[in-house]
């Protein structure tokens, strides 16, 4: 099995740079996906990290450590749309086949003019 | 390309009446899954499909729930018989692998 920490409400305010946390417990890796949900709405894919490191999307960068098993959505010069719900989804990794990604219970970001 | 498809998009239906949820999936994805949200679970998959086949539907809550992949275009979440418990919000999902999820608009369901 495995389990997935995120904090549940992160605060901002328009134009800063908030980075939203995720850490797991697996019994074997694979990879780490963010979404990102508007009240609503549905899950829209951010960004998948297989390998440590930073992967950069315009205004959106998801860093990985596996050693650390650890990762974080950056969001830079936040903007009130930014204001939604983000969930990670960790897969674990197994030999002969590969298990379907399990969720966080997501993080609300709120952006504040 | 539309993106995935659900409908309804809305059902509001009395306890004990079956409701079927449907799904078109976006053309060449071979991966399909049907998640239910609410504010007390999150978002928990209930069954997915690899080209049509069902593969795990551990998720699935009880035998009140059933699934169906008929071929490589539609599916159907079935809920026989419906109970208050079971109002949420059930996203259809699709994609060519299993990390990158593409997520319909959502049924939002309510049993009364």
């Known amino acids: 099995g495995q389990s997935l920490e995120q904090p549940s409400e992160v605060t901002a305010v328009e134009g800063a740079i908030v980075q939203i946390n995720c850490t797991y417990q697996t019994s074997g890796f694979y990879g780490l996906s963010w979404y990102q949900q508007h009240d609503g709405g549905a899950p829209t894919f951010l960004s998948y990290?297989?390998?440590?490191g930073l992967e950069e999307t315009g205004r959106f960068s998801s860093f990985l450590s596996r050693s650390d098993s650890y990762g974080y959505l950056l969001l830079q010069e936040l903007q009130m749309k930014d204001s939604a719900s983000y969930f990670c989804a960790v897969r674990e990794g197994a030999a002969g086949g590969s298990y379907i990604p399990t969720f966080g219970r997501g993080t609300s970001l709120i952006v504040h003019p | 390309d539309a993106g995935v498809i659900q409908s309804p998009r809305h059902e509001v239906t009395e306890m004990g009446q079956e409701v079927t949820l449907r799904c078109k999936p976006i053309?060449?994805?071979?991966?399909l899954f049907w998640y239910r949200q609410t504010m007390m679970r999150g978002l928990e998959l209930l069954i997915y499909?690899?080209?049509?086949?069902?593969?795990?539907d551990s998720g699935m809550p009880e035998d009140r729930f059933s699934a169906k992949m008929p071929n490589a275009s539609f599916s159907t979440l079935k809920i026989q018989p419906s109970e208050p418990r079971d109002s949420a919000v059930y996203f259809c999902?699709?994609?060519?692998?299993?990390?990158?999820?593409?997520f319909g608009p959502g049924t939002r369901l309510t049993v009364l």
């Open positions: 499909f690899n080209n049509n086949v069902p593969i795990d």
């Open positions: 999902a699709s994609g060519r692998d299993t990390d990158t999820q593409y």
């Open positions: 990290n297989a390998l440590d």
């Open positions: 053309s060449g994805h071979d991966y």
